[in-house]
């Protein structure tokens, strides 16, 4: 799967197969002079909307001054970055659910994520645009704060690393960030555990708690420092434009959207049979929480309930966006999948292996 990956990477780092001598227009020269900006330290904003406000952060520019530089300031930099990002975030996604819930876990996962790279094509690991750039970290922040919910507080600062870049890269990723770490916060309640069906936890560890909340610190320093500069308040303007009396999308709008954009684009549904697949989704995490409840595997219960919070804030967020709802705009959910089918091969394994063994007999 990160063959076609690695192969692009080398064409690009020997300069063929990408553009890389052309200048950047458009939104693409916006991201390079942010980049420029964050090399002299200077960017505390992130990418530009369209809205007239800024996302929240400058974490992608940042992470794209090592390249940016070392290719001498060339675009190609930034190409670079997106792609290595989007393959460390698949080595780090499968790594999770193959450690937390086995092979099936991984094997699943993978499925999912070469389906929508085969759909996207291999060139999408090198878009610079910061809707693509948010969408398969978002998928570690979710299959990491489902480790956090089974138990696992180690997964804590890269669960809070990935989501807080994802939001920074793309405002839309922001609200299901949020629900999937109310969720997994919740979660860790002893009384709400056991309703739940997961283990108790162990002692909380100080360590995960101190680099988490470092991780916090320094992502989110810049975006505060702006918002309380004398010229700032980019922060503000995004609150206020949330608030705006506009007219939103119906839930049916919304449900179809999210629909399409969760598992709609394995086939290519559209309106009532997408709104329909996130209702099959949405049964499959049923299945996957029954499962691992019966087999006491704290994963996929954990990461069934924690994908479907981010579905629920998945809807709602499609409900609030503002003009059409374009499948850019919600591409990120496609990562609600990957948790769903780890989630399942994770319940159903051990089934499986107990019913394969009383067949043998």
């Keep these: 799967m990160l063959a076609p990956a690695l192969l692009l990477l080398g064409a690009a780092m020997t300069g063929r197969g990408l553009e890389t001598d052309l200048p950047a227009t458009g939104d693409y020269a916006v991201l390079e002079l942010y980049t420029r900006l964050a090399a002299q ?4 904003l992130g990418p530009y909307s369209r809205f007239g406000f800024h996302h929240p952060g400058p974490a992608y520019f940042y992470a794209s001054v090592p390249l940016y530089v070392l290719s001498g300031e060339r675009f190609a930099g ?5 792609a290595l990002i989007n393959v460390v975030s698949i080595a ?6 193959g450690r937390e ?3 099936p876990a991984l094997l699943a996962g993978a499925l999912v994520i070469a389906l929508f790279l085969s759909c996207r094509g291999p060139g999408w690991l ?3 645009w910061n809707p693509s750039v948010a969408v398969l970290p978002f998928g570690v922040a979710l299959v990491s704060f489902a480790a956090v919910a089974s138990g696992n507080l180690r997964a804590l600062p890269l669960a809070v690393l990935a989501a807080s870049f994802a939001a920074q890269t793309h405002l839309g990723t922001l609200p299901a960030g949020v629900a999937l770490a109310l969720a997994a916060a919740i979660l860790l309640v002893p009384r709400v555990r056991r309703a739940a069906g997961l283990p108790p936890r162990g002692r909380m560890e100080r360590r995960p708690l101190l680099l988490a909340l470092a991780v916090t610190a320094l992502l989110w320093t810049p975006p505060l420092l702006e918002q ?4 700032g308040g980019n922060l503000s303007h995004i609150l206020g434009f949330s608030s705006l009396p506009d007219d939103r999308h119906s839930a049916g709008e919304a449900l179809a959207a999210s629909g399409a954009a969760t598992l ?3 086939v290519g549904a559209r309106d009532g049979f997408a709104a329909g697949l996130l209702v099959v989704v949405v049964m499959a995490l049923a299945v996957a929480h029954g499962a691992g409840r019966v087999t006491r595997q704290a994963f996929p219960v954990a990461l069934s309930l924690v994908t479907l919070a981010g579905i629920a804030a998945a809807v709602l967020s499609a409900m609030r966006v503002t003009g059409a709802l374009f499948p850019y705009l919600l591409r990120w959910m496609a990562m609600l999948g990957v948790g769903a089918a780890a989630a399942l091969a994770a319940g159903l394994a051990p089934l499986w292996r107990r019913r394969a063994a009383q067949w043998r007999r």
């Design 41 to 44: 330290g200077r960017q505390l």
């Design 101 to 103: 819930g086995g092979m």
């Design 264 to 266: 709609g684009w394995l």
């Design 92 to 97: 780090l996604l499968l790594r999770r659910c």
């Design 78 to 82: 930034i190409l670079l970055t997106a």
């Design 126 to 128: 090198f878009s610079a």
């Design 228 to 231: 309380l500069s004398p010229q």
